[in-house]
């Protein structure tokens, strides 16, 4: 989508990623939008990896306040910003952008979008009760992964389907972790990787609406385990449902999203919104057709 000047004053935000159709931060935003009575709207852009960087410097101009930043485009976004906020600079990945004083500023929303997810969806100790494993190595990997050492893991797994992706980001993270430790188990080892722990994650896009599907055994699951998966379109992925059937407690995800996307919407619009269950009613009937 190439986005148009805007000759009026309603402020202006979008989500910029590749493909941008299944996103719900439309939905969203233009929710509290509405619920603030703000002039202001919120669309989706779609721009593929080699047209990021020119469409993002583009945006200010045509009257965009900032926009959020999502799959593939988290880390390419972190190299344009001029500032960047203190999860931003440690995740390595910037998931919002604020446009002011002719600068780009970057932040990361997502580590305190997951943290307040977790804590709703499974507890305050969810990230304590044993192993976590993380599966992938990308922008949202870094933000989950932060997040969990912040909510005490004391022992990160990382599977990547490739190998050295997953070892760089666990180099580039490991002054961040406290005492957080890596340990790197190669994709398809599911039975050693699962063996023991407390806490899966899925931060790839696998399972996703239009994405191949995610190829997992939880055979060697603890019982006691529960499973999230950051994916939101389906609300239910694959991985929940066998989890579900296996009597696993789970999390979709959707209260990221709604988490994540507080502090990008009081930075744009100077008003705080509220995640409620009318929220999470009004995206779950948007995915829902």
């Not at 790197?184 to 696998?206: K, M, P, R, Y």
């Amino acid at each position: 989508m190439s986005p148009e000047k805007n000759t009026t004053k309603t402020l202006r935000a979008g989500v910029v990623g590749w493909p941008i159709a299944q996103s719900l931060s439309p939905t969203m935003h233009s929710y509290w939008i509405s619920e603030h009575g703000l002039d202001a709207e919120y669309v989706p852009l779609g721009v593929a990896p080699e047209e990021f960087s020119t469409l993002i410097k583009s945006l200010p101009e045509k009257g965009y306040v900032g926009v959020n930043v999502t799959i593939p485009h988290k880390q390419a976004a972190h190299r344009l910003c001029s500032t960047l906020d203190v999860d931003a600079r440690a995740a390595g990945a910037v998931n919002v952008l604020i446009f002011e004083n002719d600068k780009i500023h970057g932040r990361n929303t997502d580590v305190l979008g997951f943290c307040a997810a977790l804590e709703d969806a499974l507890g305050a100790d969810a990230a304590r009760t044993g192993p976590v494993v993380v599966l992938g190595a990308g922008g949202a990997a870094r933000a989950v992964i932060l997040a969990l050492a912040r909510s005490g893991a004391a022992e990160i797994r990382v599977l990547n389907r490739t190998r050295t992706r997953a070892e760089e980001l666990t180099e580039e993270l490991a002054q961040e972790l406290g005492g957080a430790e890596f340990k790197i188990f190669e994709w398809g080892d599911w039975q050693n990787a699962l063996a023991g722990a407390g806490l899966l994650v899925n931060t790839t896009s696998l399972g996703m609406v239009g994405k191949d599907t995610l190829d997992i055994s939880l055979e060697s699951l603890p019982q006691k385990a529960c499973v999230v998966d950051i994916v939101y379109n389906p609300i239910e992925t694959g991985l929940l449902a066998e989890a579900k059937a296996r009597g696993h407690r789970t999390m979709d995800g959707l209260g990221m999203l709604m988490h994540q996307a507080v502090p990008a919407f009081e930075a744009w619009f100077g008003a705080t919104p509220a995640v409620t269950a009318e929220l999470r009613r009004a995206l779950e009937q948007e995915l829902n057709g």
